[in-house]
Every structure is written in C-alpha cells, then in structure tokens.
C-alpha cells in the first residue's frame, strides 16, 4: 500500500485547482464584490445566501454555520471524501501527478487522517470502466431486445449515446471477468455495488438489463439504473445500485450532470418520474429535467434543487405575471393515475422545504413524458410543461374531487379536508389568497372558510407535528451584520458591536487578502497591537508565517495556508473565515489605499493604548522618590505621543 502523499504535490493541487469552479459544481455562485462570490450554503439550510468563496485565497466560510477551509476540506465535506481521497480526486481533474511517501520512513507531510490512498478514485475509476463495457454491448449480437426496446420508444441510436445507455450481459460475471481483467480486485468489485455475493458466490448485479449510467454534478458515474428485459428474469422491473460510499440514493438525481446548467440559468428544475422519462424531457427540450432513482423526491433532493437554483427567497417566492417566480420554479410531473396523484400529495410534504414556487404538470390522459413524446411529438411534452398548476392549487384540487359539492354533507366534509392542506401554507399572504380561492371552488362563504382554516391551524395534523417537532430555528448572520458564528473548539468571535474588534478584524480580513497592498510597517507592531484576544492570536500566527513581507511574496492561497498552519486547530477557523469575508471596498482601483487605511488605524489604536498605559505609569510614580525612573516613563511617553502624531501627519 502506498504512504501519505508529498507535501509539495498537495500544494499543487490547491494551486490548481480552482475553488470557484469546484463549489460552483455544487452551489451556484454569484459574485459578491472584488475577488468574492457567495452563495446557498450546502451544510445547512439558509433562505439568505452567507456562503462565500474567495477564489483569490483559495478559501471558502460560511458566516451561517461555521464551516470553512480550503478546495480540498470542500470536496471531503460535500463528498464525505477523506483527505487522501479528495486530494486524489483533484489531481485527477486537474492534472498533478501524485507521489507517495513511504509511510515506513514516517516522511508524512500533509495533514487529516492516514487513509487507504485512492480508494474512491478506484471505485469511481470501476463504473467508468463499467459504464463503457456496457455501453459496448448494447450494439452486440446479444442486446436485440435492449435495442428493440429503445427503438419502440422513438429512441435512436444517437440517444442512447448521449444518455450513454448500454447493456448488462445475461452472463454470470461478465462484466467482473472484464473489470478483474483490468485490474480491480474482488473487494473493490463488492464495495462498488457492481457484483454481488450470494449462495453461489460474487455474479454480476446486474445481468440481461437495459442499463443507465447515473452521474453525480460532476459528470462521474456512481451507479446504475437497469430495466427488466426478459420474462425469465426473477429480479423486480427496475434494479439499482445498492447503497455504496459513492451512491446514495436519497441524493441522487438522474440527469443532473445533464441538466446542472440549464437550471441554473432558467431557474426551473423539472422534476419527472423515469430514466426515459428524462431523456424525452430533454430531446424534447426541456432540458431542465431530472429524475429521482428508485425512492420519492426528498428533503435531500430538495436541496440539491435549491443549491442549483440559487435559491435566496425568503417565503415561497414571488409570483410574476408570466408565471415564472424571484426562486426560481420546481415543476413535478406525474402520471395522470392515482399513483401519480399521490406522488404529488407527497410532494407537497416536502414542496415547503425550499422557497421556490412549486408547480405540478399533470398529462389529463395520464400519459407520461416519454409515451407523450412517442404518441404526440416533443412539442406535447413541452406544452405539458408550460401547463402546469402550482402544487398547491393542484392539492387543493385533488382532495375536493372526492367529495359531492353539490351536497351540503358533500362541501362541509369538502371543506374540512381541505382547510388543514390550506392551514399548511406558511406565506401568510398565499394562505389567505388559497382561503378565498377554497370558498369558490366550493361554493360557500369566505368567512367561514377562514373559520375552518384558523381551526385546523390551531390543530395541527400530524404531519405538521412532525415538522414543528423537528424545526429548528434559523440563524443566517451575513459578514454585513460584522459577526461570525464559529463552531467547535475554536475561540469566541469577539462582540461585532466593540469598534476596536470591528476595526482589527478589519484589518486581519486586508492583511490575509491583499498582502502586498500592507505597508510593510504593519510587521513592526508588536504582539500586544491587538486589544482582542481572538484578533490578537490571529496577528501572532501572521506573525509566526513571517508577516506580510512572506504573505506579498507567496501570494493568493499560500499565504493563507501558511498562516492557518501557524494558527492551530484553535484558532485556525478564524483564520478562514477572515480570509473569506467580504471587503467593504469593492473598487480593484482603491483597494491599495483603503488598505493602508485600515492597517494605520489599527496601528493608532494601538499607539493610543500605548499612551494610556505609559500615562498611568508616570502618574503612578513619584518624581521626588525616583527621579530617573519618572525621568524614563515620561521620555518613553513623550517618544510614543510622537510616534502617533507621526503616523496620523503621514495620512
């Protein structure tokens, strides 16, 4: 097994690979002055965007949560990576060859845990591999009824290639004899969800299926989807990947590689109910359209939607006279059946998880994107979506269709069903609107739906229970409310609302950001120039990585990572966060000289305690008792009182 990777080439890969094109595969991002961009963080959920990334450093913090660090810290975090897996994944992407230490010499250079290297790139490196074994057999003698069944489809050839369909031999171990040919080991095989152990030993998982490769955002595949081509086999119509370290299926979106961009350019997602589905959305082009694999559209799911969106409305988002909302819009399709009309009442448990307008786009003859597409043509499939009806009209809707309105009996249980789905709504002002939309439709007075609305609020079901049970309240402070929330054993962010700490923090944020526009004299002040004692221990880690004279010549994210390395575990969050945190000057022309600014203030400060503190001494001594002593406290005075009037002159 090969040792902990070089220093020198963990340095590169932060080097090279860049922060703002990494997150951005995950969070959308937009810029947030000079050299900052911000976004929905992805480790808690946040209306108001207080995700920043500075690419300039190398660093990202969110003033939400806490969470913070470099490119590498990143990836672990949002792919449950460890760190030799997340430096060997960016390597790979951009281009640094990886040397190892002999882990016996004990030559260990970068820090997290030791790991067995490569282990995730392995797995990874296996369904690549796999993905293009399969897509092989798709053209063989062998996959007439993988084709045939594309084909009755209206899918081409050209589509299976772009969707990089293919298909899985009815051999036992077909494809674990070709992958063990290329190297991988059984372990590796079991550990990807690609083979399987039974009574008979390791088989292929899946064997005589059509297959779809499922990608995360980043394009890489992580699993299969496979459909049932022959009666004789036993399995169920639809057989995923198992639950690996690579996929989870409670995360998965199919077609989001595809799709990633589209959506956040047209804020819409649409959110359909299969693998063909997906690909008739998109050659139809609606090229928005993703699909869950083999589990209900979830709050993990949700959030994935929300970060692509950029979702940063605070309610449920702001109607426009197109349709079109501020957060952009969620669109569901489903099967015009039962089933799909209780696949969207499960929607609408989760629709208020993210702020976004929610919408339901539901075929009257209950004909599914793909067999809409096949039977009618693509503009059809478009059509269907551009129809859609917000989710809750259509809950609404759907739970009065069981009930004879033309009966008294029949609009008074009507109207008690549907209030508690009305008393659901969380915007105040939507909620109100839906109460007087109920009253129509029903066909009884305003008030008194009102009445019954207020009463189911007031008793809540429970569903609404569980949610009040598990809600917790928010806390999203942006960096323009001047405080920081910084969890784990790290020290306190001091009080935002001190000047003094205001203005030293200030000052770190420039000196970690624009080293080379800090006057060299910021190097000359001592160790007690900062009052604040979270300030004053990020200044001494500056200090021990040699000042600004080092920070102008290493630059970008060297610097700040020599400077976290120098602050410990205790203080290094800090050292983040101001790394990342926005300057109030946003013009690249005064940067230079709003530096110097802040950097003289700080020193004014410091000089000014220095003048307190030497006063109490010559007022404290005795010029009678010890005449040299009060002859040295007061020349010491009278030295630094120059040193003030000097520095504020040179402004």
């Not at 190892?100 to 282990?119: F, H, I, L, N």
């Not at 359909?272 to 959305?281: N, P």
């Amino acid at each position: 097994m090969a040792g902990l990777i070089k220093r020198d080439d963990v340095d590169a890969v932060r080097d090279r690979a860049r922060i703002d094109e990494i997150v951005g595969q995950h969070v959308t991002l937009k810029n947030a002055g000079v050299g900052s961009m911000k976004g929905l963080c992805p480790f808690h959920d946040e209306r108001t965007p207080s995700f920043h990334v500075r690419p300039g450093v190398g660093r990202w913090h969110c003033f939400g949560c806490g969470e913070g660090g470099d490119v590498i810290s990143f990836v672990q975090k949002i792919d449950g990576m460890g760190f030799t897996d997340a430096v060997e994944y960016l390597a790979d992407k951009v281009g640094v060859e990886l040397h190892y230490e002999d882990s016996r010499t004990g030559a260990a250079a970068q820090r997290g845990p030791r790991e067995e290297p490569g282990r995730r790139q392995r797995l990874l490196e296996a369904h690549r591999v796999a993905a293009q074994f399969y897509a092989e057999q798709l053209f063989a003698p062998g996959a007439q009824a993988a084709r045939a069944f594309l084909a009755e489809r209206s899918f081409e050839r050209a589509d299976a290639e772009t969707f990089g369909l293919g298909f899985a031999p009815t051999g036992w171990d077909a494809l674990m004899r070709h992958l063990q040919s290329r190297g991988f080991t059984q372990a590796e095989l079991v550990a990807s969800g690609l083979v399987s152990q039974g009574q008979r030993g390791i088989y292929d998982r899946f064997r005589g299926r059509l297959v779809w490769p499922i990608r995360d955002v980043t394009g890489a595949v992580i699993g299969f989807g496979a459909r049932k081509l022959f009666d004789d086999d036993p399995g169920p119509k639809y057989l995923n990947t198992p639950e690996t370290t690579l996929y989870k299926k409670a995360q998965v979106l199919y077609g989001i590689d595809l799709a990633k961009r589209a959506i956040a350019q047209n804020k819409r997602v649409v959110i359909v109910e299969g693998y063909t589905d997906v690909m008739a959305a998109h050659l139809s082009g609606v090229d928005t359209a993703v699909a869950t694999c083999g589990t209900a559209f979830g709050a993990d799911h949700a959030k994935v939607v929300r970060r692509l969106l950029g979702d940063t409305t605070a309610g449920g988002g702001l109607q426009l006279a197109s349709g079109a909302s501020l957060g952009g819009e969620i669109i569901f399709t489903f099967d015009g059946d039962a089933a799909g009309q209780k696949a969207a009442m499960r929607a609408f448990g989760e629709d208020q998880r993210f702020h976004a307008q929610t919408f339901v786009a539901v075929e009257p003859t209950g004909l599914d994107p793909c067999d809409l597409r096949m039977q009618r043509g693509p503009d059809a499939v478009r059509t269907l979506v551009d129809k859609r009806v917000p989710l809750f009209e259509f809950v609404i809707r759907t739970t009065l269709d069981g009930f004879d309105l033309d009966t008294v009996e029949g609009r008074v249980n009507a109207l008690r069903a549907a209030a508690p789905v009305v008393a659901g709504i969380r915007d105040r002002s939507m909620q109100l609107g839906y109460a007087r939309l109920l009253a129509r439709w029903i066909g009884i007075d305003t008030d008194e739906v009102r009445r019954e609305v207020s009463r189911a609020h007031s008793t809540p079901g429970p569903a609404r229970r569980r949610e009040e049970r598990t809600a917790r309240p928010e806390r999203a402070l942006g960096p323009a409310d001047g405080e920081s929330v910084v969890s784990g054993p790290v020290l306190s962010a001091p009080d935002p609302a001190d000047p003094v700490a205001r203005i030293e923090r200030l000052a770190l944020v420039v000196v970690l950001q624009y080293p080379q526009h800090v006057p060299v004299t910021f190097d000359d002040l001592g160790p007690d120039a900062f009052a604040t004692p979270a300030w004053r221990a990020v200044h001494a880690a500056i200090r021990a990585a040699g000042g600004v004279r080092t920070g102008a010549g290493l630059g970008g994210n060297r610097w700040v990572e020599t400077v976290v390395e120098e602050a410990g575990d205790a203080v290094s969050p800090l050292v983040t966060e101001l790394a990342v945190a926005p300057v109030p000057e946003d013009r690249e022309s005064a940067i230079a000289a709003f530096v110097a600014d802040v950097v003289r203030k700080v020193a004014d400060l410091g000089l000014t305690r220095r003048i307190a503190d030497a006063k109490s001494r010559v007022q404290r001594l005795d010029a009678t008792a010890d005449p040299d002593a009060y002859r040295a406290a007061f020349e010491e005075l009278v030295a630094i009182e120059k040193e003030r009037r000097e520095l504020r002159e040179s402004v």
